[in-house]
């Protein structure tokens, strides 16, 4: 019998899952316990069915968060806040929650025009909606994304946000600029990319664009909050640096590349786009 290497979970009686793991606890057992899909061509179609359900679980998410967001139901659970709701039961910050609600509209709207193919992801329609944000305008994203399809399927290549990234806007793509870091640094970026399943690259693209997000979300939020306490930071010359550095060199020949994994030493850089689009 082969191995489907998932946990299997503890006595219910002595160690309950969590409510909300209900229905994971019930698809472990109809999987790998009772095998449902051994019953033929129709258990295996339903979960299929269940599996876009899930891939696409960021627009039900976001459509629950507006609600909260829009009737204030986080007030019924105890919250004085928004930000207090989404920091304490979703473990997100509140622009990042807002920004998940974006996407959901934009998963939703798409689905509305017709669409059987979404995103399926957050990244990917924070993506679709970056070229509209740019020019100030809501744009059409229904035709933004056809585009995006037929590109995809005429070039033999897979949605991903840095492919919707280069289709709709291709100057963000090729500019780019050099860094050198300590080995060290970079083996720690290398380190947390990877646990979040993306390249050094992708991953520093993502940091700053949290930190942007995070100020703007900190300006413009009319809920009371008490500012943070600056800190200040000590600030030292690396000219006498002699400490090995690692670089990284992102070939953009093809989309999606990861980095790769050998150093070769001081002479090598990682490539950060000027502006990078929000994941």
Known sequence: MVDHNFVYPPDQDEL????????CLNTFNQLFWNEVWREGQDAIEILHFEAKLAGHAYIKEGMILRAFQLYKLY??????????????????????CKQLIKAAMTGWHLLCEGFQKL????????????????????????ADWQKCIDI?????????????????????????KQIKLPFEVWRAFKKKANRAGLSV?????????EEDSES??????????????SEEQDQHSTDNDT???STVQNDRKELGDSICDEISG??????????????
């Open 16 to 23: 309950p899952l969590p409510l909300w793991a209900q229905d």
């Open 75 to 96: 007030r019924d659970l105890g919250y004085k806040t928004f930000q207090d709701y989404c920091l304490k039961e979703v473990g997100k910050k509140a622009w990042q």
């Open 119 to 142: 995103p399926n992801c957050v990244a990917q329609a924070s993506a679709l909606l970056v070229k509209s944000t740019k020019e100030g305008t809501d744009g059409d994203i229904a």
């Open 152 to 176: 995809a399927v005429t070039e033999g290549k897979p949605m991903t946000a840095h492919f919707i990234e280069s289709v709709l806007d291709p100057d963000s793509v090729k500019k780019t």
């Open 201 to 209: 690259q992708e991953y520093l693209e993502r940091l700053a664009n």
């Open 216 to 229: 703007l979300e900190e300006e413009s939020t009319q809920e009371d909050e008490t500012p943070a306490e």
């Open 243 to 245: 400490r090995t550095t």
């Open 266 to 279: 001081a002479s090598q850089f990682i490539e950060i786009q000027d502006d990078p689009i929000p994941y």
